[in-house]
């Protein structure tokens, strides 16, 4: 019998090699959050007496308390901390999750970790290394986070805090993925479990955060904890402490419980399935609807609710920010609440765009989990089996962009931001075309350029950061153009354009049809 962590060095430089691409991707992303928040504080709020107000008013409205949590606005580093820490931490969260489920669960379900566990593998060897990926790429963010942040002249001990909170944060919820890869059946049933307890923690530190009774309640949220360090301030190192011993307690009960089942199998066994299949079943419309709609309702709740949340303070932002020199540098002499609500309803139509492509994607997955050759050997052509998946990938994404608009449109009104709501919905729409480029892109890599299909995620990503950050940091238009949102006119507040959204339809449509002529001509992985 091999020893429990037998090959773990071969393993883990196996993961780490597999991840070579994706994971800069993800540090990348997650610490230009705190750089870019401590670089614009000094535009936010020049003045001190600019200052004393952001914390006075900013930092004391329970919106904002629910959104990001509370910290001292009075200086650039407690600013940095309110931007960066909830969203930094539910960042590497997630990213600790996809990376244990991807080197475990999903091996198993794909058959591949049954075959390397033939040879002189030991059975705790899979997860430890996978933990082991996922909890360094944490501390990689939590060491370029300090350093970025001391290069930009902010408090050594304050950024080191910070980018520990965020090492500790990926070390506590790889540690919780490694509990839900015991427990599902699947690799999605695992990341469900392991995502669902991201977003309990996010509700329960958020309401505790924002209510004045109850703020007890954020310390049974581990996102609570990130929060709690408050870097800059009080540097607080006992929640940073319970992070860590949580996450190694995590990973010791999923140890226990991998000793307990079988490979490819999990706690909680999958529910038998009628005899018979439904008739819908037999057609490409039918499978992708009993693939895709599961994720299609969880992102149309997930929108509905950003649309509730980021409207709520749309009202308090614009007060605020309304007449500093940040607004002015944002909106560049126009109405600000106006602007604000146009990137706003910008970062919606990317957030669906994420829907789209992983809608797209997912067409990717059954082909290379080997689900598609079976179903070919039947009447059902290629482009009948994509062609299910892409419409839920092209209405699906529209479907929650309106949701969302129509969300972001009520609150907004009901929080003060004066913008009519049919102007609002009306944005929303417009985004259509746009984010149908970035699925367009997705099915265009999937159709001709398969291996490189995961593409289509840094292009959402370089998309956001022309879009929301470019303006503020003076990207030249040219790199702008990259991003398919910058040809959009900026609704509310601009006049309608008919012509961009036309060509971008063109785009998008174009590329669909790249896309479908590749995947009739290439052999099926």
């Known amino acids: 019998m091999s020893a429990p962590l037998a090959g773990f060095g071969t393993i883990l430089r196996h993961n780490a090699r597999l991840d070579r691409v994706r994971l800069p991707f993800w540090v990348l992303g997650i610490i230009a959050l705190p750089l870019s928040a401590y670089g614009t504080y000094g ?3 020049p003045t001190a007496a600019q200052q004393a107000n952001a914390n006075a008013t900013v930092g004391s409205n329970p919106a904002l308390l629910f959104l990001f949590g509370p910290s001292d606005l009075s200086t650039a580093g407690g600013f940095t901390a309110f931007r960066s820490v909830v969203f930094g931490g539910l960042f590497v969260a997630i990213m600790a999750i996809l990376t244990v489920v991807r080197h475990t669960r999903a091996e198993e379900d794909a058959g ?12 705790y060897t899979f997860l430890v290394a996978a933990f082991t990926v996922a909890a360094l790429t944490g501390v990689v963010v939590g060491c370029l986070t300090w350093l970025g942040l001391v290069v930009l002249g902010a408090d050594s001990r304050g950024a080191a805090v910070l980018g520990a909170s965020f090492a500790v944060t990926g070390f506590m919820f790889a540690g919780v993925a490694a509990i839900s890869v015991q427990i599902g059946a699947y690799a999605r049933t695992a990341t469900s479990i392991a995502l669902g307890v991201v977003g309990a ?3 329960l530190r958020a309401w505790g955060d924002s209510s004045s009774s109850l703020s007890w309640i954020s310390w049974l949220s581990p996102l609570g904890w990130t929060v709690k360090v408050q870097a800059f301030s009080a540097d607080e190192l006992v929640p940073l402490l ?19 089942r079988d490979l490819g199998m999990g706690i909680l066994p999958p529910r038998d399935g009628p005899a018979t299949a439904a008739p819908y079943l037999s057609g490409g ?8 709609s599961p994720g299609l309702a969880s ?19 614009g007060n605020v920010l309304g007449n500093s020199s940040f607004g002015d540098a944002f909106a560049g002499g126009r109405d600000f609440a106006s602007v604000f609500l146009a990137a706003l309803v910008s970062v919606l139509g990317i957030l669906a765009a994420a829907y789209g492509i992983q809608a797209a994607l997912r067409a990717r997955s059954e082909e290379t989990d080997d689900r598609v050759e079976p179903l070919l050997a039947t009447p059902l052509s290629r482009v009948r089996w994509l062609g299910g998946h892409l419409l839920y990938a092209f209405a ?3 479907l929650v962009v309106l949701i969302a608009g129509t969300t972001l449109g009520l609150t907004a009104q009901a929080s003060g931001a004066g913008t009519p709501f049919s102007e609002v919905v009306g944005a929303a729409a417009t985004q259509i075309a746009a984010l149908w480029v970035l699925v367009g892109f997705a099915v265009a890599l999937v159709g001709l350029l398969p291996r490189l299909s995961f593409l289509a995620w840094p292009a959402v990503a370089i998309s956001f950061v022309l879009t929301i950050f470019g303006p503020l940091l003076h990207v030249s238009d040219a790199i702008r153009t990259i991003s398919p949102f910058y040809h959009l006119p900026e609704l509310p507040g601009a006049a309608f354009e008919i012509g961009p959204v036309l060509a971008l339809l063109a785009v998008a449509a174009g590329l669909v049809i790249a896309g479908l002529i590749g995947i009739r001509r290439r052999d099926i992985a």
Do not use: C, D, N
């Open 201 to 203: 923690s996010y509700l």
């Open 396 to 398: 699906g994404s529209a």
């Open 299 to 317: 992102w149309g709740i997930g929108l509905a609710i950003a649309g509730v949340v980021i409207g709520s303070v749309s009202g308090s932002l």
């Open 242 to 260: 319970l992070l860590f011993v949580g996450g190694g307690a995590a990973l010791v009960v999923g140890m226990l419980l991998r000793s307990k």
């Open 285 to 292: 419309f039918g499978l992708a609807t009993r693939l895709q």
């Open 112 to 123: 591949r970790a049954e075959l390397v566990a033939s040879t002189r593998v030991g059975r």
């Open 43 to 45: 535009l936010l709020f």
